[in-house]
């Protein structure tokens, strides 16, 4: 049994099974079974009732598999399925929308949380609170520290994925567990296999899923004590037994009370109360007398991606079902295209009833023997097509698959491969152009930096930390609440033409402060804040902050530059006092003295 800090399919793997005993009692302990049934009985009760809440959704998934992405959807959870490699994207014959899922799925992936470039920053949440050069520091060695266990982690992996299915289904969750080797793991479940609710705040705050395992599987990840009688006996069993899969149950929610089914026994925790979320995994249709494993969560370990909502629901809608029209009729047309094509170059044909059970033939190099009496033909086509229909058809069709493209943004992000028209002039006209395609992306971009990319940043903060694998955080960012900002592809875009605006101007400001230098006149440049002007440069191309002097070194630097411009000056004038006296020494007078020795003694 799991405590209340570490589950044991944090350490799974062959490890974990090699560590198994080799002779287990099938009998189990009854370890406070009242309150497992109680949970067990409230668990069973949310999922057949957030079962009927999802069938509309259920249902709807189904077709936008069918005809977008058919390989993430499973329309019910059975076990020891022997098709499952069986051909399931039959209904797709113009895979002009799963190209562009693709394409829209790469493209929010390399925009929002590329693997080659930093798609976020840390900084302090309160803008008046200044940092010192040693808080700057520990943010930027914190903030690589955690894009360093999420390039060693599968998370790119898990989002390429993920993007694809919110995309199509408009619901992506995510759920993530500590990792001895990488750190952290991510998984991601597909669309049929998962429930959410939504709380008060209206984001995702229950998480449930039903999915297939092995008997080694469900060993190697909960530990062989912890299962129940049935999988035991298959493990002792060993052998093909191994390879038999059985449904698996898993719940993250709220810690709140539960009451027994029968309304008279008092409610019960069971996780206590300190924590605010509870995790439990249990076997489907075998109640047994303990979970596989419950656990206390001190943060929500989980994140749904959702492209659109609606009041309180918790599942999202996506773009593929503004284009599931457009693809179903495309698909419909494509196949009478083919058809069209087919009874042309193989038409049904007529013979003169003379030909009955006679051989005919329409195959190249046969022959087929007729009567032509009467100038009539013996054998001839039913059907010749017009080619001016088969031009229409072929036009719709690319008309309906640019519908389709529109829908799924490929238009956004095959901006500069797929430009028509005029060219921009330009770097500034070029970004104006992307960033006002990108406004269409917009309402989904700062929907999943709230409700998913925070919970995943977050997540590997309080992983780290609880490793105690951060640096000491110095005393000035202490009790300093910390931010995350995100670089994503339309911040990227306003970011851009910012930077080229302020390049613009700078360059003007240089040509007309030599054009005022020339003319004698003041400069324009004393009008512009040129250290505020780069520090403000420096953010908007993100320019590495340990890179820039702080305000309080700019100012010791300035100080130590004033004492050297005073010191040097002073000598100037030194020197200028002694060639003074010797031009004075070597000047002679009338009366024979030198000018100095007359300016001293004052003769003459």
């Known amino acids: 049994m799991a405590d209340d800090l570490h589950s044991p399919f944090e350490t799974m793997g062959a490890t974990a099974l090699s560590e198994q005993p080799i002779n287990l009692p099938l009998d189990q302990d009854d370890i406070d079974s009242r309150a497992w049934i109680t949970m067990y009985d409230s668990l069973n009760s949310s999922l057949t009732s957030e079962r009927s809440w999802r069938w509309s959704w259920w249902s709807y998934w189904s077709v936008l598999a069918e005809f977008f992405l058919p390989r993430r959807y499973l329309w019910t959870i059975s076990p020891n399925r022997m098709a499952r490699g069986s051909p399931i994207n039959g209904a797709i014959i113009d895979s002009t929308g799963a190209m562009a899922v693709r394409t829209c799925a790469a493209g929010l992936w390399s925009g929002l949380t590329s693997a ?75 669309a049929g296999e998962y429930f959410l609710t939504s709380g008060a705040r209206l984001t995702v705050d229950g998480f449930k899923r039903e999915f297939t395992l092995t008997v080694k599987q469900i060993v190697e990840q909960f530990g062989v004590e912890n299962c129940p009688t049935d999988v035991r006996s298959l493990w002792m069993e060993g052998g093909g037994a191994l390879n038999k899969e059985m ?67 918790a599942y999202g809608r996506s773009p593929c079902m503004d284009a599931l029209g457009d693809n179903k009729q495309v698909q419909q047309e494509t196949r009478r295209k083919a058809e069209f094509i087919e009874k042309g170059v193989r038409p049904p044909m007529g013979a003169n009833t003379e030909l009955k059970n006679e051989p005919s033939s329409i195959l190249p190099g046969n022959i087929t023997y007729t009567s032509t009496d009467g100038g009539k033909k013996g054998f001839w086509p039913l059907f010749e097509p017009n080619p001016a229909w088969l031009q229409g058809l072929t036009a719709d069709i690319d008309k309906v698959n640019a519908r389709i493209n529109q829908c799924l943004f490929v238009d956004v992000f095959m901006a500069i491969s797929r430009m028509e028209g ?183």
């Not at 619901?171 to 001895?180: E, I, K, L, N, Q």
């Not at 249709?285 to 929500?300: A, D, F, M």
């Open 116 to 190: 080659s470039r930093p798609w976020f920053k840390l900084s302090v949440a309160l803008p008046w609170v200044k940092i010192d050069a040693e808080g700057l520091a520990w943010i930027e060695d914190t903030e690589q520290r955690i894009y360093t266990v999420l390039a060693q982690s599968n998370f790119y992996d898990i989002m390429a994925q993920a993007f694809q299915d919110v995309v199509v289904f408009g619901t992506a969750p995510v759920y993530w567990y500590f990792d001895p080797e990488t750190i952290v793991r991510y998984f991601l479940p597909c």
């Open 247 to 313: 449904v698996v149950c898993h719940c993250i929610e709220p810690n709140y009370p539960v009451a027994a089914r029968d309304g008279k026994s008092e409610k019960i925790r069971f996780v206590p109360g300190v924590f605010p979320w509870r995790e439990v995994y249990w076997m489907k249709g075998i109640p047994g007398v303990r979970p596989l494993s419950k656990n206390g969560l001190r943060k929500k370990q989980f994140a749904a991606a959702r492209w659109a909502t609606t009041s309180n629901e």
């Open 422 to 604: 005029v060219q921009p002039r330009n770097e500034l006209e070029l970004t104006k152009r992307d960033l006002e395609r990108l406004q269409e992306l917009g309402p989904f971009i700062t929907k999943f930096e709230s409700e998913f990319a925070d919970p995943i940043i977050e997540g590997v903060v309080d992983i780290l930390e609880a490793r105690h694998m951060l640096l000491p955080k110095p005393d000035s960012l202490k009790n300093v609440p910390l931010n995350v900002s995100y670089q994503s592809i339309m911040r990227m875009a306003q970011k851009s033409s910012k930077a080229i605006g302020m390049k613009d101007f700078f360059q003007t400001m240089g040509g007309l402060s030599s054009a005022a230098k020339a003319a004698g006149v003041p400069d324009p440049l004393r009008t512009v804040n040129l250290d505020a002007s780069a520090r403000t440069f420096a953010e908007v191309t993100d320019f590495p902050t340990h890179l820039l002097y702080t305000d309080d070194q700019v100012e010791q630097h300035d100080k130590i530059r004033q004492q050297e411009l005073a010191k040097s000056k002073a000598v100037p004038d030194a020197m200028a006092g002694v060639n003074a006296a010797k031009t004075l020494a070597q000047t002679p007078l009338p009366n024979g003295q030198s000018g100095l020795s007359a300016l001293i003694g004052g003769g003459g």
